[in-house]
């Protein structure tokens, strides 16, 4: 049987089509397939600790650092009791003291024959007796020094024999502040207004 041209050109065209389908089944079945998963997580929560250093009740004998001295003559002294507590989370590696006068005079300027200072700790609660402004204090168990006798102004005065450098610890201290009797003419009649400011310090980063 002989075909006409019409009829092979139609045959061949099927042909090239069916050719076409299959190249587009074939490439379209190269992006389909199934996969094999897994999939695991935890979680962790981090949080910060404090630090936090804190002094003892104002208007108390766990803090008279707020009572005023006044009519002082060289050769007197001045004592008033304090507490410090660690009240954070976290040991301390130190704790510090800087003294300002925002009221300054002679009292303070002068390193020699100005105000000194001293503080010391007792490992009990220091025993307070007479009046205010005139207390004065006894440890009944044993002292030890925090801060040997200097001028009164100082910046960033290490403060040793503390245990408040451990968390929820608290020291009883009492400072003693004292006019030398050296103090000459020059010193009557001024006033000075002290101001203690207590720095804690955190303690040395380790693994946590």
């Known amino acids: 049987m002989i075909r006409s041209n019409t009829q092979r050109s139609r045959t061949r065209k099927i042909l090239l089509s069916m050719a076409v389908l299959g190249c587009a089944a074939s490439i379209a079945g190269l992006g389909t397939f199934a996969s094999f998963t897994s999939t695991t997580s935890a979680s962790q929560t981090v949080s910060s600790g404090t630090v936090v ?24 002294t001045m004592q008033r009791s304090f507490n410090i507590a660690n009240t954070g989370s976290q040991n301390l590696a130190s704790i510090t003291l800087t003294t300002t006068a925002t009221t300054s005079s002679l009292l303070d300027t002068d390193a020699t024959d100005g105000l000194q200072m001293i503080i010391e700790r ?49 020291d009883n201290l009492r400072l003693t502040l004292s006019l030398p009797s050296s103090a000459g003419n020059s010193f009557q009649g001024v ?3 002290i101001q203690y400011s207590f720095t804690g310090t955190q303690r040395a980063g380790t693994d946590a």
Do not use: K, Q
């Open 53 to 76: 250093i804190a002094l003892g009740a104002t208007g108390a004998s766990t803090n008279r650092l707020t009572v005023n001295a006044t009519g002082v003559v060289p050769g007197d």
């Open 191 to 193: 006033s000075s207004t």
């Open 122 to 170: 007792c490992s009990v609660a220091w025993v307070e007796v007479g009046t205010s402004p005139a207390f004065t204090y006894t440890c009944a168990g044993t002292t030890s020094t925090v801060l040997a006798s200097r001028a009164v102004i100082g910046s960033t005065l290490s403060l040793s024999n503390l245990t408040t450098t451990t968390a929820g610890n608290t």
